[in-house]
């Protein structure tokens, strides 16, 4: 398995792997949605409204899980200064900023009925928001240095003093007094959600984890052959592709 830690080898590796994790992703998300949208019972006090959860909640966990990645792979960069965990680390950073939008938009839709505001400055809305500043700061200073190993270096040391944000998110319902409800699914002992909203919010985050692992193989892809452009593997490769 270390072959594959040369992009040389992970090029094709991840060509291969991409259409099979893509269509698992659609399938359990197209099945996750079914279940949300149509199967699942209308909350006793939100009503239909609380549907947007099954959107909502599977974000706000890939929102903080890209950026763990990001950062573990920033510090394998760092300490073994392999290209592949530059490689990954730069491409989580969209990715992972995308998830925490969506979650922040969605959570401002799902907050206007609820709590009859669009936002507040609630401790897991400001940490959440913190995090996207998070993400398009290392984006920005990824972007701001010419040299593609100086800038994964720099982004690296930014997305690991941007850690302590993740536990500050996850715990700021028990830490503070907050709008947000406790945990009900990742609780020790039984999840307090019932099984048939359970179901298909778990789903959805599978099919998101599936998502992610397809999108940022995709991106890796390309930054592979924008950084390896003058190799003459890259060469062999865009000349069998045209």
Not at 15 to 40: D, E
Not at 126 to 142: D, K
Request: one cysteine or more; charged letters at 10%; proline letters at 5%.
């Amino acid at each position: 398995m270390l072959s594959y830690a040369a992009p040389k080898n992970f090029y094709p590796f991840a060509g291969k792997l991409i259409p099979w994790i893509g269509f698992a992703a659609v399938v359990t998300l197209a099945f996750g949605l079914y279940l949300g949208l149509f199967v699942a019972p209308a909350d006793y006090q939100q009503g239909q409204s609380y549907r947007i959860m099954f959107i909502h909640v599977p974000s706000a966990w890939m929102s903080m899980f890209v950026y763990v990645v990001m950062a573990a792979a920033g510090a394998a960069s760092l300490v073994w200064k392999t290209k592949l965990a530059e490689v990954l680390a730069s491409a989580c950073a969209p990715i992972g900023a995308s998830f925490t939008l969506i979650t922040l938009v969605t959570g401002s839709l799902w907050g206007k009925p609820m709590w009859g505001t669009w936002w507040a400055w609630d401790a897991r809305l400001t940490s959440e928001l913190i995090l996207l500043f998070l993400y398009i700061g290392v984006m920005a200073l990824q972007a701001s240095i010419d040299d593609p190993r100086r800038a994964a270096r720099a982004a690296a040391v930014l997305a690991l003093v941007g850690v302590v944000n993740i536990p500050v998110i996850h715990f700021s319902v028990e830490w503070w007094n907050t709008l947000h409800q406790p945990a009900s699914v990742s609780k020790l002992g039984m999840p307090s959600i019932h099984p048939s909203m359970l179901a298909p919010l778990l789903l959805m985050a599978v099919g998101f984890k599936l998502y992610f692992v397809a999108m940022v193989l995709v991106r890796m892809r390309y930054q592979i052959l924008e950084r390896e452009r003058h190799t003459q593997w890259v060469a062999q490769v865009v000349e069998s592709e045209k």
